[in-house]
Protein backbone atom coordinates (compact mmCIF):
# COMPACT_ATOMS: atom_id res chain seq x y z
CA UNK A 1 0.00 0.00 0.00
CA UNK A 2 1.41 3.08 -0.87
CA UNK A 3 1.71 5.95 1.56
CA UNK A 4 0.40 9.45 0.60
CA UNK A 5 2.69 12.55 1.65
CA UNK A 6 0.08 15.58 2.11
CA UNK A 7 1.46 18.56 2.89
CA UNK A 8 0.70 22.40 2.79
CA UNK A 9 1.54 25.04 0.46
CA UNK A 10 4.00 27.56 1.78
CA UNK A 11 2.64 30.72 0.15
CA UNK A 12 -1.32 30.24 0.86
CA UNK A 13 -1.40 26.91 2.49
CA UNK A 14 -3.95 24.62 0.89
CA UNK A 15 -3.17 20.96 1.60
CA UNK A 16 -0.96 20.13 -1.53
CA UNK A 17 0.36 16.79 -2.40
CA UNK A 18 3.89 17.24 -3.95
CA UNK A 19 3.68 13.72 -5.49
CA UNK A 20 0.79 14.85 -7.68
CA UNK A 21 0.98 17.91 -8.73
CA UNK A 22 3.96 20.42 -9.12
CA UNK A 23 2.66 23.73 -8.41
CA UNK A 24 -0.74 24.72 -5.73
CA UNK A 25 -3.65 24.98 -7.88
CA UNK A 26 -4.53 28.17 -5.89
CA UNK A 27 -1.68 30.12 -5.94
CA UNK A 28 0.75 28.73 -8.27
CA UNK A 29 3.68 28.69 -6.34
CA UNK A 30 5.70 25.41 -6.62
CA UNK A 31 5.14 22.80 -4.48
CA UNK A 32 6.94 19.80 -5.98
CA UNK A 33 10.41 19.77 -4.24
CA UNK A 34 13.01 20.40 -7.11
CA UNK A 35 10.95 23.07 -8.47
CA UNK A 36 10.30 24.45 -5.41
CA UNK A 37 14.39 24.56 -4.87
CA UNK A 38 14.92 25.94 -8.25
CA UNK A 39 12.10 28.94 -7.82
CA UNK A 40 13.87 29.33 -4.82
CA UNK A 41 17.49 29.82 -5.15
CA UNK A 42 16.04 32.21 -8.16
CA UNK A 43 14.38 34.43 -5.70
CA UNK A 44 16.89 34.88 -3.26
CA UNK A 45 19.20 35.56 -6.07
CA UNK A 46 16.64 38.39 -7.18
CA UNK A 47 15.93 39.78 -4.05
CA UNK A 48 19.87 39.66 -2.90
CA UNK A 49 20.07 41.60 -6.47
CA UNK A 50 17.73 44.07 -5.40
CA UNK A 51 18.50 44.50 -1.58
CA UNK A 52 22.03 45.32 -3.01
CA UNK A 53 20.93 48.01 -5.46
CA UNK A 54 19.01 50.03 -3.46
CA UNK A 55 15.62 48.16 -2.54
CA UNK A 56 16.56 46.94 1.09
CA UNK A 57 14.34 49.75 2.74
CA UNK A 58 11.43 49.93 0.26
CA UNK A 59 8.07 47.92 1.25
CA UNK A 60 7.29 45.37 -0.84
CA UNK A 61 4.22 47.18 -2.58
CA UNK A 62 6.80 49.92 -3.13
CA UNK A 63 8.79 47.84 -4.98
CA UNK A 64 5.89 46.00 -6.74
CA UNK A 65 4.83 49.31 -8.05
CA UNK A 66 7.49 50.09 -9.12
CA UNK A 67 8.45 46.84 -11.27
CA UNK A 68 4.75 47.54 -12.49
CA UNK A 69 5.71 51.17 -13.89
CA UNK A 70 9.15 49.81 -15.40
CA UNK A 71 7.32 47.12 -17.07
CA UNK A 72 5.03 49.69 -18.63
CA UNK A 73 8.11 51.67 -19.42
CA UNK A 74 9.64 48.99 -21.41
CA UNK A 75 6.17 47.62 -23.23
CA UNK A 76 5.63 51.39 -24.25
CA UNK A 77 9.61 51.50 -25.54
CA UNK A 78 9.31 48.27 -27.76
CA UNK A 79 5.97 49.10 -29.10
CA UNK A 80 7.59 52.49 -29.93
CA UNK A 81 10.58 50.68 -31.82
CA UNK A 82 8.52 47.94 -33.16
CA UNK A 83 6.71 51.15 -35.29
CA UNK A 84 9.38 53.27 -36.29
CA UNK A 85 10.46 52.10 -39.65
CA UNK A 86 14.41 52.34 -40.04
CA UNK A 87 15.63 54.45 -42.68
CA UNK A 88 17.42 52.62 -45.66
CA UNK A 89 19.84 54.35 -48.02
CA UNK A 90 18.74 54.83 -51.04
CA UNK A 91 21.24 54.00 -54.04
CA UNK A 92 22.20 57.35 -56.38
CA UNK A 93 21.54 56.68 -60.01
Not at 58 to 86: C, N
Request: charged letters at 25%; one cysteine or more.
Amino acid sequence: MSQMLLTHCDCCGLPVDPQTMEDCPRCHYPVEPDKEEHFLESAIGDLRRVANYGGENMRVAELLHRYELRLQSVRQLKAFTATVVPLVPVAAP
